[in-house]
T-cell receptor, first 114, second 112 residues
Framework: DVKVTQSSRYLVKRTGEKVFLECVQD?????MFWYRQDPGLGLRLIYF???????EKGDIPEGYSVSREKKERFSLILESASTNQTSMYLC?????????????FGDGTRLSIL | QKEVEQNSGPLSVPEGAIASLNCTYS??????FFWYRQYSGKSPELIMS??SNGDKEDGRFTAQLNKASQYVSLLIRDTQPSDSATYLC????????????WGLGTSLAVNP
């Protein structure tokens, strides 16, 4: 079974703080993704990575950065947290093959910025 | 037109009935699809993949892909209260098989 582990289920931070969300997968997947999910807005892609040290912006990258130093780990960084970044954050991973492969999700981190 | 569209629902069915969930997509989406189930407060869980035209069955679930009409559906037979969740469909962006385009999801309520 694919295991995607996010470091925290719930996190409370203050505005202006630098916030790190960590994600680890154990299936040697090439692709890793960070989404946020808000009511009525669905899943929105923040960043994804297709290889170590490689990344691409998603649909809403502003205010975020990412790091992928090892294949199994993908970190999301909120450079200076703001209240509008309060959300559910979901990490996912997938194999890269000729035909598209499904993404597998971690349990999510519910982040509150006060 | 949105790239992947789903009726938000809620779709309400009595226990034991068949639930039919639908998804339409634009030319900007390639024609392979995934169905995910998401319980409230939880993360999405893959339940079906479909890559070719026609039907694919797995237990109580059947996915149907109609490429000519650009829709994909999920049928759930003998529904149980535990099937109450939001169902998301997703397909790859045309020309990029790494990223998925997500529908907003359909909420299903199965009433005992």
């Amino acid at each position: 079974d694919v295991k995607v582990t996010q470091s925290s289920r719930y996190l409370v931070k203050r505005t202006g703080e630098k916030v790190f969300l960590e994600c680890v997968q154990d299936m040697d997947h090439e692709n890793m993704f960070w989404y946020r999910q808000d009511p009525g807005l669905g899943l929105r892609l923040i960043y994804f990575s297709y290889d170590v040290k490689m990344k691409e912006k998603g649909d809403i990258p502003e205010g975020y950065s990412v790091s992928r130093e090892k294949k199994e780990r993908f970190s999301l960084i909120l450079e200076s947290a703001s209240t509008n970044q309060t959300s559910m954050y979901l990490c996912a991973s997938s194999f890269q093959q000729g035909i598209v492969q499904p993404q597998h999700f971690g349990d999510g981190t519910r982040l509150s910025i006060l | 037109q949105k790239e992947v569209e789903q009726n938000s629902g809620p779709l309400s069915v009595p226990e034991g009935a068949i639930a039919s969930l639908n998804c339409t997509y634009s030319d900007r989406v390639s024609q392979s699809f995934f169905w995910y189930r998401q319980y409230s407060g939880k993360s999405p869980e893959l339940i079906m993949s479909i890559y070719s035209n026609g039907d694919k069955e797995d237990g109580r679930f059947t996915a149907q892909l109609n490429k000519a009409s650009q829709y994909v559906s999920l049928l759930i037979r003998d529904t149980q209260p535990s099937d109450s969740a939001t169902y998301l469909c997703a397909g790859p962006k045309a020309g990029n098989n790494r990223k998925l385009i997500w529908g907003l999801g359909t909420s299903l309520a199965v009433n005992p």
